[in-house]
């Protein structure tokens, strides 16, 4: 079946150092992926998505590269901000899902950013 | 675009009331989605409509939940008689019948059941 693993947080870093927070999966065929982020008190909102493989979703200095060989979309940050103090979600839609629209979604990480 | 209306956004009741939750999804959205989160059992899938039907509830946890769809603009997710168990924060979601299956989420309804 299909599945979301994500790295296990939470994680600590400076201002300014560099975030890697790993996500793999399991699915058949080509399936959309994605990373949510959700901050203190809000709901869940799209960061980036890729939907075919060496598709490559960015946004807000974060990126994340479809990688089908290794069933991976790992989210990156060159330097991170005391702002980017969230809880990050992978999660994936089926390929050819028709009329199930569920998406599988990983347990999610938090990530603090000290100053 | 208003994004996906819940309310109200802290709910505090006692042990036995019933609970209604309410949501309003993006406009045109087709799909509908009831979250629960907690730190215990992180995000759950609770039940999603198509076009105002349930198309799988097999996430609600008991018979003390319930959710209708009467329309296109407006659902309800109903607890009946709530339990401090189900203190957690509840989110509703919208998506499009086509495209990528992006998920747009509210803000969330806090529950505190005491």
């Known amino acids: 079946g299909n599945s979301v693993t994500q790295m296990e947080g939470p994680v600590t870093l400076s201002e300014e150092a560099f975030l890697t927070i790993n996500c793999t999966y399991t699915?058949?065929?080509?399936?959309?992926l994605f990373w949510y982020v959700q901050y203190p008190g809000e709901g869940l909102q799209l960061l980036l998505k890729a939907t075919k493989a060496d598709d490559k979703g960015s946004n807000k200095g974060f990126e994340a590269t479809y990688r089908k060989e290794t069933t991976s979309f790992h989210l990156e940050k060159g330097s991170v901000q005391v702002s980017d103090s969230a809880v990050y979600f992978c999660?994936?839609?089926?390929?050819?899902?028709?009329?199930?629209?569920?998406?599988?979604w990983g347990l999610g990480t938090s990530l603090a950013v000290n100053p | 675009d208003a994004g996906v209306i819940q309310s109200p956004r802290h709910e505090v009741t006692e042990m036995g009331q019933e609970v209604t939750l309410r949501c309003k999804p993006i406009?045109?959205?087709?799909?509908l989605f009831w979250y629960r989160q907690t730190m215990m059992r992180g995000l759950e899938l609770l039940i999603y409509?198509?076009?105002?039907?349930?198309?799988?509830d097999s996430g609600m946890p008991e018979d003390r939940f319930s959710a209708k769809m009467p329309n296109a603009s407006f659902s309800t997710l109903k607890i009946q008689p709530s339990e401090p168990r189900d203190s957690a924060v509840y989110f509703c979601?919208?998506?499009?019948?086509?495209?990528?299956?992006?998920?747009?989420f509210g803000p969330g309804t806090r529950l505190t059941v005491l």
């Open positions: 409509f198509n076009n105002n039907v349930p198309i799988d």
């Open positions: 699915a058949t065929g080509y399936p959309s």
């Open positions: 999660a994936l839609s089926p390929h050819n899902a028709g009329n199930n629209r569920k998406l599988i």
């Open positions: 406009s045109g959205h087709d799909y």
């Open positions: 979601a919208s998506t499009e019948a086509t495209g990528t299956n992006t998920q747009y």
